[in-house]
């Protein structure tokens, strides 16, 4: 059944790819440069392939990043977001992976998120190693463990007492969730005996479960844990960053946690395996100088996001870390 | 807070904003009307046009885009039976059966004017609500949202009267469906073998096309003719004609639109259950429940009052709290981000003209689009006279394509086939297929939140005890179930003191 599958994907993309070399190559023949020509490129439209539906945070930040990416490419062309969220992502990852690598298709990535839906759906279609990675939008968004303003819990070392007296809950997506991911590890790596209140539909409906009391506390990103504080409904009680960017809290430097820091999602740039390294250079470029925009700097700082280009050999880095901590991990997420 | 709601109103009446709102309402009308696009789409098709533009202008432009589709929808469900949105499929029980009498006109006419009156109630109760939305909000947790859901279900089931067994039948077939998929709570996939696309589940939006305009076309193309018979059928209505039949039936308007109103307050319903909700509450109110889903205008308007009053107040969870009631939701969500606008609860203190500008503009669009229904009431109406081997073909390749449109999957199409020859089975031996949706949408809400309200109990029922709303829900239940017991008791005193009574 799984083979026949596979084969069947391989007969549709070859059929697809047949009409799209087809019309790729036939301006290439009267044009005296090759298609792989970086001195030409870009020379029409860019995709950007969205793995998940319009309005999510991967989609904002593909919306928000590309139209001012287009200003930095060496020619005029458009970069056109695409969604393609079926299957909980994996068919525009499939997508991205099947596609020619000549760069005119690229995508974004959830890491961890896309090891977690791999190792789920047990997908055998790509390959996440051995894609072409361009950078990344925005710096790894690091975690919180909050609880609701009005918990009686005040501070950290409260919540661990209480875990020594029954288990904490905390609310959380499905188990194919990074924050479940985040959760689970966190709670081990603290110490902290959890119970996990699952199925929550992404990062404001758990944090309001928190908040409303279904849960004792809830793991959240750095953007949505400010923005909450903010508004008077979440406390913050510990940061899973080396060094907490709320002053006075407890860190992973602090309760000598060093691995907390690698419990993040990263939303990196990929292309197809194989793009040639001059226009994976022009793509990175490109990137990286509408990280740092004055347009995209404001709209950061506003969302309290951190926008810090990478290289390509950087973003490889981040992957491979990620991956090993996913590999460390993968059993005891297995295990509920 | 008086002079925020006018610096909103008073925001849309620069021409260029007004002009982005009609625009919207245009947009709005057209994807509406168009099975598999939607709301959603023309939003995420409009958003880069919006980089450009202030928020307040391009939260005008998506106000008039949501204010419109709910009309756009109703149009194409009344005419063709083909629910132009997923709420819309609602309006098709009672809307398309008009048609077919020769009375679209009618039809249209009754729903555009009941959107428009139920978009105001809506606006009303938003602009009263909003300041002490984030204590409303808080009040539902799991064990209300699993009520809650159990009780929309019931009130459907219940309104099936006279075809009980059918409609538990099929009642359960769409929870067996519900249920395909990724499993939210304890991970992993169920009924999948193996198919990528349904990781995702059976999607809403295919098989409502297809059980709704595929199965109708099916059916047309085997009885042949028009929608509506011969030309002498179709009724001449004045554009006023609807108008007036809503006003006759303010009652249902007044409740439709409450009950829109309530459910959009609280994230977890969505407006495909609001509008069977108000639907079957309707049909259970009535005098003579018999005459639904056989032509009763008040199976139009109660849904169409409950639709736009919906999207009025789901913008409440959605702008306090950032969780979207349903997918148009979230891609505003999305456009909102990019224009700088945090949804969250500091989003009322430092958005609120913007807001109120947005709340005017969907209200406006959902009045104006109203208007352009009316306008044109006689000209569509002329659709129900176009013989099915014209209609059939146009009509199948735009639902086809719609469905694939959703997401670029074929799989879609396939969906969209299969329950079309469901619909038309259905149709044929007459099983009720509005519980088949209702199901379908509230299956996975059903066993995440049963699940979370466990976890929350740890593992105790004592939880649905402790909590007043949640106690109240379980009494609505017990009630809901209780009536038609009394009604039955009520028509057997009856009989026994007038012996030569009929049966109904």
Not at chain 1, 145 to 156: D, E, R
Not at chain 2, 176 to 196: H, K, L, P, S, V
Request: glycine fraction near 10%.
């Amino acid at each position: 059944m799984q083979r026949l599958d596979v084969e069947r994907e391989m007969t549709k993309w070859t059929r697809r790819e047949v009409m799209v070399s087809a019309a790729v190559a036939a301006p290439a023949v009267f044009t005296s440069r090759g298609a792989h020509s970086a001195a030409a490129f870009p020379a029409k439209n860019i995709q950007f392939v969205i793995p998940y539906a319009p309005g999510g945070g991967f989609d904002i930040y593909v919306r928000v990043v590309t139209p001012v990416m287009e200003k930095y490419l060496p020619n005029k062309v458009s970069i056109v977001p695409l969604n393609v969220a079926s299957g909980a992502g994996s068919r525009g990852v499939t997508q991205l992976y099947r596609s020619r690598p000549d760069g005119y298709t690229i995508g974004i990535l959830n890491i961890p998120g896309m090891f977690i839906l791999q190792q789920q759906q047990g997908s055998t279609a790509y390959d996440l190693n051995r894609f072409t990675w361009i950078g990344a939008m925005g710096e790894a968004e690091r975690y919180f463990i909050n609880v609701g303003a009005m918990s009686p819990i005040k501070t950290f070392a409260e919540l661990k007492a209480l875990s020594a007296k029954r288990p904490i809950k905390f609310s959380v997506t499905g188990p194919e969730g990074t924050a479940y991911m985040a959760t689970k590890i966190g709670a081990q790596l603290l110490g902290l005996k959890a119970q996990l209140i699952t199925g929550y539909k992404g990062s404001a409906d758990y944090v309001i479960a928190a908040v409303r009391g279904d849960s004792d506390a809830v793991v959240a990103a750095v953007p949505t844990t400010l923005r909450f504080r903010r508004g008077g409904q979440l406390r913050p009680l510990i940061s899973f960053e080396p060094h907490s960017s709320i002053p006075g809290l407890p860190d992973a430097a602090s309760v000598g946690q060093p691995e907390l820091e690698n419990i993040a999602v990263e939303r990196l740039v990929a292309a197809p395996p194989g793009v040639p390294a001059d226009i994976v250079n022009i793509l990175s470029t490109a990137l990286g100088k509408a990280l740092v925009d004055p347009v995209v700097v404001k709209w950061a700082k506003e969302n309290d996001v951190v926008m810090k280009p990478k290289t390509p050999q950087e973003t490889v880095a981040i992957v491979t870390t990620q991956k090993a901590f996913f590999e460390k991990w993968k059993t005891a997420l297995s295990a509920s | 807070m008086l002079e925020m709601w006018l610096s909103g109103f008073q925001g849309l009446l620069h021409v260029d904003v007004f002009l982005f709102v009609i625009l919207g309402m245009a947009i709005g009308l057209i994807f509406g009307a168009i099975p598999g696009l939607g709301g959603s789409t023309a939003i995420a098709l409009l958003m880069p046009l919006t980089y450009s533009l202030e928020p307040f202008t391009a939260l005008a432009l998506a106000g008039g885009v949501m204010g419109s589709v709910p009309m756009g929808g109703s149009i194409t469900s009344i005419l063709l039976n083909t629910p132009g949105t997923a709420p819309n499929a609602a309006t098709c029980l009672d809307g398309h059966p008009l048609a077919q009498q020769g009375k679209a006109g009618l039809a249209i006419g009754a729903a555009g004017s009941a959107n428009a009156i139920g978009a105001i109630i809506g606006t009303i109760s938003v602009l009263a609500v909003l300041p002490i939305a984030n204590d409303v909000v808080l009040l539902f947790g799991p064990p209300e949202f699993f009520l809650m859901s159990v009780f929309a279900l019931i009130v459907v089931a219940t309104a099936t009267r006279g075809k009980m067994l059918r409609g538990l039948v099929t009642g359960a077939f769409g929870l067996m469906i519900a249920y395909i998929g990724y499993n939210d709570i304890a991970g992993g996939e169920r009924f999948t073998y193996n198919i990528e696309y349904l990781w995702d589940g059976i999607h809403l939006v295919p098989a409502l096309i297809g059980l709704f305009a595929v199965a109708q076309m099916i059916h047309l193309m085997v009885k042949g003719g028009s929608v509506a018979g011969s030309a002498s059928a179709v009724k001449i209505t004045k554009m006023t004609a609807g108008l007036f039949e809503t006003f006759k039936h303010l009652g249902t308007v007044l409740r439709g639109s409450l009950i829109g109103t309530t459910v959009g307050a609280i994230p977890g319903l969505g407006g495909t259950v609001v509008a069977f909700l108000s639907y079957s509450v309707t049909a259970q109110a009535s005098k003579n429940p018999e005459s639904f889903g056989k032509g009763n205008v008040q199976g139009v308007i109660a849904p169409e009052a409950a639709i736009c009053a919906h999207d009025c107040s789901a913008l409440i969870p959605t702008l306090t709290f950032g969780i979207p009631a349903g997918a148009e939701m979230a891609v505003f969500l999305g456009l909102l981000i990019i224009h700088g606008m945090q949804p969250g609860p500091l989003m009322l203190r430092d958005h609120q003209v913007e807001i109120y500008g947005l709340i005017w503009a969907l209200t406006a669009s959902c009045v104006f689009a109203s208007f352009v229904g009316l306008a044109f009431v006689r000209v569509l109406a002329k659709i129900t006279l176009i013989d099915s081997s014209i209609l059939v073909p146009l009509v199948l390749s735009t639902a086809f394509a719609g469905s694939y449109a959703i997401d670029m999957s074929i799989e879609n199409v396939v969906v969209t086939g299969v329950f079309g020859v469901l619909g038309y089975l259905m149709m044929r031996y007459d099983y009720p297929r509005l519980m088949i949706v209702v199901a379908l949408v509230l299956g996975g809400n059903i066993e995440r939140n049963l699940h979370q309200s466990m976890l929350m109990g740890e593992g105790g029922w004592s939880i649905f005890f402790s909590r007043s709303i949640s106690i109240f829900l379980m009494l609505s239940i017990v009630a809901v179930l209780a009536l038609p017991l009394f009604r039955a008791l009520f028509r057997q005193l009856k009989l026994r003191a007038v012996p030569v009574g009929s049966d109904s």
